[in-house]
Every structure is written in C-alpha cells, then in structure tokens.
C-alpha cells in the first residue's frame, strides 16, 4: 500500500507482536517484527533507513526501556515516526521525542484509526525538515484562509501594495492578524532579505519607547551607561513595525513624523544627524480619527501613516471562512506533531453562531485546546467548553456524527470573478480535478472509497479520471499514479485564478 517502504514492528508481547503482523499482511504491509533487544539486527539487512515508514511500538519489559528505544531509533533515524500500541507517551518524556510519536493505537487498532496513523506517517516521512527542526518557506498569504469576500478583498489589497514603499496602515480588533499581514507584506516585498523588526507601542512607554525607537548615547538618561542602537537603526533598509501605535505618546509622534518626512532623526542625548531608509507599517485596534479629533494623535502623522489603510474584518463577520479556518489550524497542529482532531457539522454550526471576541487568537487557542483535552479525537457540541455550545442537544441528533474535514461555503461566496474574467469551463474542469484528487489521497489511491467521499458511483469517478488523465488504482492492488498523486494528508483551498491563499 505504501510503496516499497516497510514497517518495523517492535513488541516483547509475542502474541500481540504475531497479531499485529497478521493485521499488517491482510493490509498488504511489510512488515519487519521482532522484540525489543532484535530490531538493530532486522534493521542492518535494509539498505537504507528510508526504506522504513514507520515504528509500531508496543510492549516493552524493562521498565523505562521504551523511552531509551525511541532515543535509539532517533539516533540511528531522526525522521522516524513512532506509532504505539497500546499506550500513551507520558508527560515527562522529552518534547523531541514526543513529538516523533505521532499516535498512539488500541490493541487491536480499528481499522480507520490504523489507515489513518499510516497516512500520517508517510506525510511525516514526505516533509523535508521533520524531526529536525528545519523551517520550511512561508505560504503565499498563508494566514489568510477563506473565501470570504472580506479576505479576497484583503489578499487584492496586500497584492497591489506589498511591492512598494508606501507606508501601511492596518485597523482592525485585536486577534484579526495584523502583524501576520505587516510579515507577508514584507516577505512579499523587494525587502524581504533585509529586516523585519517589530515594536510593541503599548508594551514600553514614555522615555523608554523613545530610546528603544532612536536609541540613546552613553550618559543620555540615568542608567544609560552605554550606546544603544535603536530599532529605527535596526529596520534600515527592511520594514518597521509599530504595533499598537495609538500607545505612542505626542513628542515620540513628533519624533516619529520627522523620520518619515525626511528620513533622519538623532540618537536620545545625542547632536550627529543620522539617515536612515524604511518603510513603516503601523497598526492599530483603535479608531485614529477620533483619537485626533481628541487632540490624542497627531493628524500629521496620522495622514502619513495612512497612505494605504487595509481593514481587517473581524471573525463574526467572516464566519463562512470558519470551517476553512478551522482545517488550517488542525493542519498547523498535525505538521508541529501536537496532535490532531476534527469537528463534526453540528459543532461547526455551532461555532458558526459565536461572536468571537477574540476573533483568529480565540480560535487558535479553542482548537490547540481541544487537541489536548481530546487528541485525535471528533469534537461534537457536547465536547465544546460551555460558551461555544450555541445549539441544543437535540439539534446534533440529526448529524451523523462524521468529522468534518472540508467545509464548504455558500457557493455565492466562493469566489470572486476576476475584473478580466475567466474561462468557465476550464476552472470547473480544474476545481473537479482537484477536489477528486483529495479524495483519492484520502483513501490511499482506493477508487471505491474515493467515490464514497465524492458521493457518485464508482463507474462515474473511473471515467472522469480517464478523461482527466489521472492515474487509477484498483481496491488495494496497484499503487496510485506517482505523476498524479500527491502526499496524503496535503490539502489546499481552491482559489480562483490570480487569488493567493
């Protein structure tokens, strides 16, 4: 089912180990079973560490031993994921190696589970960097999931500006991702290699925020017993981002308008005149104009500031985007190895009907939340802590209990028709191509399943993907097309043309 790849199966309960090993051959998996003290001695027979796709570990006999197995894989293959059987990583176990055990499995495993524990750990494989802590690039606007008319208005706007030097306003309620837009601004810009540097206004005040800004000379202020270089120095030539501005007191605005005037400025306690080039985004959860009808901002800076305003709509009003919203943030948990969950539509609708004060933060933190308190497990309304329950009891007895995956929108919402239009026919051509991809991947190439997610017939989906080209796999036989198939467990946002996402 998975190539070529085997797996090592290590268990010192010897029937449990035969067991498993008749589960693995009915799957049609390799499957490499020994104890504990034998897996170097299996293992030295494989050419390679990569012909391994995983470890189901199960019983080990000295106590603590388990612990010092995985540490000894990771020695000999730190990218290889652990599977257990019958038993959780407990708390005080290193971070690293908890994170390279990617489920943990009943005895026996249910077959949905096991399929699915499988499929993790051939994406774990497949992801350059896992276990090392490599970074990857950033996404093109990958925060910015939806297909919300608000978003795509937002992505358009960060499109037509994140190549210039204007200067970048950002207004919104706290949570919304201002400063997830001021860094793709930046990383989108012809700045993208020279500094990004990030100031908090609100978090330093007075003579502090000043010297933290321009810097400050030996002897400038009591305590000031050496040079200290500015983020203004810092930010030369890249991006400086003023979080929070509305904080700022008057005489640092002052300060600050004549850096963007004339692009000098001097050091706190300092006469030498220094030039500096960067560009400035400023952000804010406060209505400015009113704060300068109170004579509490600067209306000079103000216009400077915002040359280029960008609104960032809340969450309450951008709700069709949730479930998309929801699968980005599961999938950023999956990819950091903190786990995994999936919501069912009744909890969808029910987190559909919040009003998210804390929009995207609040978010974030119910789903990292959830994963903890139910790992790799289906949230329902019951499951969600008390304030989210937005639907009685009786309302979710009509779902069938599925976890949800992809939700999809109000097909009014979808997408927006680009000013110079788009060939129709090529674009739905393209999105069904895409969306019987998914189901493929989903099932392991299997076209019976696939057609059960597509919810047509299986004759249906065979000649669609002969038309398309798409390579075909019998019920568990052959292995997917590697030309059409992808990584399972990779999943994208159809986008219409010249939409980023």
Not at 133 to 140: A, F, H, K, M, T
Not at 336 to 361: E, Y
Request: glycine share 8%; with cysteine.
């Amino acid at each position: 089912m998975w190539r070529d790849t085997k797996i090592l199966l290590i268990d010192d309960d010897l029937d449990r180990r035969r067991d498993m090993s008749v589960i693995l051959d009915f799957l049609d998996e390799q499957c490499l079973a020994c104890a504990s003290g034998e897996w170097r001695g299996k293992v030295e027979a494989l050419g390679s560490s990569r012909e391994l796709l995983c470890v189901l570990l199960g019983a080990v006999e000295a106590p603590g031993a388990g612990l010092e197995l995985i540490k000894a894989l990771r020695g000999w293959d730190e990218t290889l994921p652990v599977l257990l059987l019958g038993q959780h990583p407990p708390a005080d176990w290193p971070k690293e190696v908890r994170r390279q055990v990617l489920a943990s499995l009943e005895t026996p495993p249910s077959y949905n589970k096991l399929l699915d524990s499988l499929h993790r750990a051939q994406v774990y494989r497949a992801t350059p960097g896992q276990g090392r802590g490599l970074s990857r690039e950033p996404n093109l606007f990958r925060s910015l999931v939806g297909t919300s008319r608000a978003i795509q208005q937002v992505r358009q706007l960060l499109q037509q500006v994140a190549d210039t030097d204007a200067c970048v306003l950002l207004l919104g309620e706290s949570g919304t991702g201002k400063e997830v837009v001021a860094r793709n601004l930046h990383y989108h810009s012809r700045r993208r290699e020279a500094p990004f540097v990030p100031v908090n206004c609100s978090a330093i005040t007075g003579e502090l925020l000043e010297s933290e800004l321009f810097g400050h000379e030996k002897g400038a202020f009591s305590g000031a017993l050496n040079s200290h270089v500015g983020r203004l120095e810092l930010a030369h030539g890249g991006v400086l981002f003023l979080e929070e501005i509305d904080a700022m007191p008057l005489p640092v605005q002052a300060r600050l308008l004549r850096v963007l005037k004339e692009g000098v400025f001097e050091r706190l306690g300092g006469t030498r005149t220094q030039s500096v080039e960067v560009r400035v985004i400023a952000a804010s959860h406060k209505n400015l104009e009113a704060m300068v009808g109170e004579g509490r901002f600067r209306e000079d800076l103000y216009y400077r500031l915002s040359v280029f305003p960008i609104e960032m709509s809340p969450l309450r009003e951008r709700v069709e985007d949730l479930p998309l919203l929801l699968n980005e943030l599961i999938a950023r948990l999956e990819h950091d190895k903190l786990g995994s969950i999936r919501f069912n539509s009744a909890a969808i609708m029910s987190l559909c009907r919040h009003d998210w004060p804390g929009n995207l933060r609040e978010l974030a933190n119910l789903v990292e939340r959830m994963a903890i308190m139910h790992p790799y497990g289906v949230i329902g309304v019951q499951e969600l802590p008390k304030k989210y329950r937005h639907i009685e009891g009786e309302d979710e007895q009509g779902d069938e209990g599925g976890a949800f995956e992809v939700g999809l929108p109000d097909p009014a919402t979808l997408a927006l028709l680009p000013p110079e239009g788009l060939d129709l026919k090529d674009y739905l051509a393209a999105l069904e191509q895409t969306l019987i991809q998914q189901a493929l991947d989903d099932s392991a190439g299997v076209v019976a399943r696939a057609a059960e997610r597509l919810r047509i017939r299986r004759t249906t989906l065979v000649e669609k993907m002969r038309k398309y080209g798409m390579g075909r796999r019998e019920d568990g036989d052959e292995q997917p097309d590697p030309e059409s198939a992808t990584a399972a467990g990779h999943r994208s946002a159809v986008a219409p043309p010249g939409a980023e996402c």
